[in-house]
């Protein structure tokens, strides 16, 4: 993978890339080992954004094949590389002629595009031009689209548990983590499974799901990665609609409700009759409220307000406000973040860390682990931090 761009924006992807090593290695959801794609940067200066970087590039590349003898080369174009008007496809060209390995160049340039999922998809499409062809079916295997972290992550472990209900067996993880063997397997696969989790990005990687049934006629499932209970009901039905079994789609969720039940026996009446705060810091395409509102019904809570914080520009905080309207009585919902540790909440639900210490919150991950597992996981760490003795507040990160 080579960044061409100032050393800065490859700095920025290693450290988030060593944060989630060190996250999942903690939680054991990492298997050791596992072959790792190395990171360059052309190193973009003052001097290349006036007169080009071209060249910079190419000798980049040059030296990385030399030493490592990578399979391919990715080269991701950075907002720098746009402005520049940088010619990276030629240069791939040229680099892949003299190499004889397949170097191949994102079209995306970061903010230039205003929205990094175009890449996201860019890069999908050049795998499967560069290294898919058509090939016989491989009886119930699946491969996920997308990224949620790891393959081995919770939430890639809820989908595969989710399933294996159906007798379908995740073969191959597309576009991220796929070995040049694993690329050449998804088009063999029964069926494709979205993994999204966000507005802005669902309709990309859809277009990739309908690249790969119009090139090798592999239905998908069209349903959302599925958060909170309703949303995993959906998906539990899609499943089973393209693969043309309605009745195993209703066992599923019938065992997915006897283990949700379980989960709120277990923890659930922690939360029982305790007054919440919600915050809200994150806009709509990024963020799906309901499924904490229904959660706090599904527990017996009473949700005291719904705070829109600062973090939101005006007309993000609107288009919060519309969709929240439609689940919830308007009076709810403020626009002002004073007076938490006064309000007389058991617990504040965040999307952001707040500054007063005082309140007992629990902070949301970008995208909470899907289906009962990240309900269950919510309602442990929820009652874990209601139950704290006294008055004592403190963070737990959902």
Known sequence: MVFHSPRACAHIARQMNLYNHFRYLSRQQLKLGEPKAQLFVSNLTDRQAVFGGGQQLRDCIDALVEKHRPQYVVIANSCVAGVTGEDTRAVAKEAEEYWGIPIMAVDGHGFLDGD??????????????????????????????????????????????????????????????????????????????????????????????????????????????????????????????????????????????????????????????????????????????????????????????????????????????????????????????QGLAQSGADLVVTTHELLDEKVRQMVLPLLPTPGVAGLGEFLEKAGRLVSRYGQRGGVVYG
């Not at 795998?127 to 790891?150: C, N, S, W, Y």
């Not at 283990?259 to 919600?278: C, H, N, T």
């Open 116 to 337: 990094y999922y175009s890449g996201f998809f860019q890069a999908g499409q050049l795998l499967i031009e560069r290294f898919m062809k058509k090939q016989d079916r491989q009886p119930g295997t699946v491969t996920l689209i997308a990224d949620r972290g790891h393959p081995d992550s919770q939430a890639v472990r809820e989908l595969r548990q989710l399933l294996q209900h159906f007798k379908l067996r995740v073969h191959a993880y597309f576009p991220s983590y796929a070995s040049v063997h694993e690329l050449e397997q998804v088009s063999a696969s029964e069926l494709t499974v979205i993994m999204g989790g966000s507005k802005r990005g669902y309709p990309w990687l859809k277009k990739l799901a309908q690249t790969l049934k119009e090139r090798f006629e592999i239905p998908f499932v069209d349903c959302d990665y599925p958060v909170g209970w309703q949303a995993t009901q959906k998906w539990i039905a899609a499943v089973g609609a393209a693969i043309d079994e309605p009745a195993l789609a209703g066992e599923v969720e019938r065992a997915q409700e006897l283990r949700l039940k379980k989960q709120f026996e277990a923890a659930g009446g922690m939360l029982r009759g305790k007054k919440i705060i919600f915050c809200i810091g994150r806009p709509v395409d990024f963020f799906n409220p309901e499924w904490l509102l229904e959660l706090a019904a599904m527990t017996d809570a009473q949700v005291l307000k719904i705070i829109l914080l600062d973090s939101l520009s005006l007309e993000a905080k609107q288009a919060v406000k519309e969709r929240l309207q439609a689940f919830c009585p308007p009076g709810l919902i403020e626009e002002s973040e």
